[in-house]
């Protein structure tokens, strides 16, 4: 059975059963943390900006985007972080208003130049120079580990906590600030450091353990991306084509999340690998689906595991209903593992029924987590066919045939985290194209009637569709065009203006 498999009527009354009784649809713990602890959704979004006619000059990647090789510095990054967070933190504890505080901190962020309160924001970034240098600091580490005690929390592994990560972000809004302020005070050279320091930090934070991570590392490139596109809207800004074309693509390398995401069902429910031994009695792997069926509920209902708590043995009519329509599925499960999964009938047929339901469930899992996972490894143009319809996350248990609907519970929101990236990369391939039509107008005079005229510098296909991105002048006026990504996905537009000379 592949994602998109007919509903089998031996088996879809007692699973619905199960669903109605547990309320689990396709909803993803998971996938709720991710968006929380990262940007909001993303909504439809114009930059309005002038550029000015220039080609790249020489030293041509006089600014580079994250820092040199031989600035770093031997040594962790994550203690240095640590100690720009706690001054952050010990800056705005007592405040009585500090969601204003930080509501103010984000308006400045998004002020045009023209209208920025200069003497204002830098009240504000003088109370976070301390934190501030410290994270200049970290970005120049050779390395960041976190460390996180994954392995320590064992079966609780998405119990986790990942307070620095957030506050990495709350850093990062700071940070941002200070690019732009600098930028308004025209201290180029310093606001082209602040953003090899944000860069960096988007890195450290993202290429982490757990897809969270790298949602907020995107969240933090964005921020930096915001504030590169002023400083490439000013006019003593050379050009920087090159840069952008020798930025890593992408930023946030996802693959150990990924890895650590993939087995984790195996961290967390360690009776699905016991299960492929042939131990125990009847009672033994009763008592082993029991466990499995209680943790699960755990996950579901947001709470943290407590590796040694025993799951309660009282039974209350819900309970019941679920854990008899789960054992109502052995029949259909033991005749699947035979005749699809290829199991001798004859070990299938003797072993208890708990144990064939745990057999099933990791098999099954595995089997669903490949076929969500293994697009990734495609460009996302190429990859988005093979995610369900409607870009849902993974189908509902009813329609994946697993009674303990381990999938709809742990599995990765991972078309969000690939969709992220992807709105990371065309971030970048728009400022690159933008430089190139900056380079056109040193040129020409004027705005490109097309892209196909940028012959000069070549510019980057939309990642998201293999296609150009789309791009209009304005007949009446040449000096007016929009660049924008052609898919309603992917809503962000560029209004770029030429600035006469």
Request: proline share 8%.
């Amino acid at each position: 059975m592949n994602l998109r498999t007919c509903l089998k009527p031996s088996w879809f009354l007692p699973a619905l059963a199960i669903t109605l009784a547990t309320g689990v649809l396709a909803t993803n713990a998971r996938a709720q943390m991710l968006y929380s602890d990262s940007e909001p959704a993303p909504r439809d979004i114009t930059y309005k900006f002038e550029i000015g006619p220039k080609s790249p000059q020489p030293p041509i990647m006089k600014y580079r985007l994250l820092p040199a090789y031989v600035e770093l510095m031997p040594g962790n990054a994550a203690p240095l972080y640590h100690r720009a967070i706690l001054l952050t933190s010990r800056m705005t504890a007592n405040m009585q208003n500090s969601t204003e505080y930080w509501t103010k901190v984000d308006e400045y962020r998004s002020i045009p130049l023209a209208e920025f309160p200069i003497a204002e924001v830098e009240k504000v970034i003088a109370n976070h120079e301390s934190a501030l240098r410290e994270a200049t600091y970290a970005a120049r580490r050779s390395y960041c580990d976190w460390d996180l005690p994954t392995r320590e929390h064992g079966i609780d592994l998405f119990g986790v906590l990942l307070p620095e990560i957030q506050e990495m972000r709350t850093l990062a809004r700071l940070l941002a600030l200070r690019i732009r302020l600098r930028i308004a005070q025209g201290r180029l050279d310093e606001a082209m450091k602040d953003l090899q320091t944000g860069y960096a930090m988007a890195r450290h934070v993202g290429n982490r353990d757990f897809l969270v991570n790298a949602l907020v590392g995107i969240a933090i490139a964005g921020m930096m991306h915001e504030q590169l596109l002023v400083a490439i809207s000013q006019e003593s800004t050379p050009n920087l084509y090159w840069s952008l074309v020798n930025f890593p693509t992408p930023l946030i390398d996802i693959t150990n999340a990924v890895d650590v995401e993939r087995d984790s069902f195996l961290v967390i429910f360690p009776e699905l690998t016991e299960a492929t031994k042939d131990v125990g009695d009847q009672a033994f792997w009763d008592q082993k689906l029991l466990d499995v069926i209680a943790r699960r509920d755990y996950l579901n209902s947001g709470q943290t595991i407590d590796p040694n708590d025993t799951p309660s043995t009282e039974m209350d009519w819900e309970k019941w209903a679920i854990r008899s329509a789960i054992f109502s599925q052995v029949p259909r499960v033991k005749q699947e593992l035979v005749e699809d999964m290829g199991y001798d009938a004859a070990a299938v047929e003797a072993m208890p029924g708990s144990r064939a339901l745990l057999i099933y469930s990791r098999n099954n899992f595995e089997r669903i987590r490949d076929e969500l996972l293994a697009p990734l490894g495609l460009p996302y143009y190429q990859a988005r066919k093979f995610y369900a319809d409607n870009n849902k996350l993974f189908p509902p248990p009813i329609v994946a045939g697993d009674p303990l609907g381990i999938a709809s519970v742990i599995l990765p929101a991972i078309t969000q985290v690939d969709l992220a990236e992807v709105r990371s990369e065309c971030w970048v391939d728009m400022l690159q194209i933008t430089e190139a039509i900056r380079d056109y107008a040193a040129t020409h005079g004027s705005l490109p009637e097309s892209l196909d005229q940028l012959e000069a510098l070549p510019i980057p296909m939309n990642p998201y569709t293999n296609q150009p991105f789309l791009y209009s002048r304005q007949k009446d006026n040449p000096l007016k065009a929009t660049l924008e990504e052609a898919d309603s996905h992917l809503p962000q537009r560029f209004e770029i203006t030429l600035r006469k000379p």
